[in-house]
DNA sequence: GCGACAG
DNA sequence: ATCTTGTCGC
């Protein structure tokens, strides 16, 4: 990745943060911005994206899945250098410079699934949230535990879910995507509602996590791996 | 002050 | 997150 987001549209319109503070104000910003709104179109595409981390260089893996074929279709990797260490809250900072190279050209009708959150963030725009904005896409973030917020415990049934609150506000869900398994937390990052949001990421996992976020991750790790590190 | 804390 | 295959248990 060169100087982050420098060759990107948004350039301009938003300052990429260089420090934690700026961060801060960033996070802010793009949450006074985020839309949670119904989906224009029916989606054809939920496209997952993960980031495998090696010792001097990063893989961002892409997976479209088709939802009516319940498939993947298309899946790439594109390597990068990870700019930031990880720090709660700003998981951002470290994973999407990357994640928003990876995602150019998507067919129409995507929705994009990053393994994070959206807005059941303690400022309430999460990962998805900057890359939903910043991309004027539809987003959803799917993450395996609560940064902040309460929920009482979904049904053991898949399917099932409860809302996650935080500070008076319903930012996200507690959904059971596997009978008997601990549940995800799914939020709006961008541009979708919550219900639709749960909707499509339980129409789209088998297991604990949604089958793109899946194909992602292992096809991140395998060409990291291939690559050594 | 201490613990908790997406990946 | 990551080091790491098979294995134990429902």
């Known amino acids: 990745m060169s100087k982050e987001g420098e060759h990107h549209h948004w350039r301009g319109r938003w300052a990429w ?17 985020v839309r949670e709104e119904p989906l224009p179109w029916a989606p054809h595409w939920l496209v997952g994206v993960d980031v495998a981390y090696g010792v001097t260089r990063a893989f961002a893996g892409v997976a479209a899945y088709d939802l009516e074929k319940a498939s993947v279709a298309a899946s790439w990797v594109v390597p990068g250098v990870p700019p930031w260490p990880y720090r709660p809250g700003f998981f951002f900072l470290r994973e999407a410079p990357l994640v928003l190279a990876a995602l150019k050209g998507l067919p129409k009708r995507s929705v994009v699934v990053l393994h994070g959150h959206g807005r059941a963030h303690p400022l309430r725009a999460g990962l998805a949230s ?24 979904p049904g053991a049934a898949a399917g099932s879910w409860s809302p996650i609150w935080w500070e008076k506000r319903r930012v996200g869900a507690w959904v059971r995507t596997k009978a008997g398994v601990k549940p995800v937390v799914v939020s709006v990052g961008h541009g979708i509602r919550l219900q639709e949001a749960v909707h499509l990421v339980s129409t789209a996992s088998v297991y604990r996590l949604p089958q793109p976020l899946r194909e992602a991750d292992r096809l991140a790790r395998q060409v990291m791996r291939s690559c050594g590190g």
Do not use: D, Q, Y
């Not at 900057?130 to 415990?153: D, Q, R, W």
């Open 17 to 33: 943060p260089h420090s934690w503070e700026e961060a801060e104000g960033f996070l802010k910003r793009i949450a006074m911005e």
């Open 130 to 153: 900057v890359v939903g904005v910043l991309l004027e896409l539809p987003t959803i973030g799917c993450a395996g535990s609560l940064l902040c917020g309460e929920a009482t415990e």
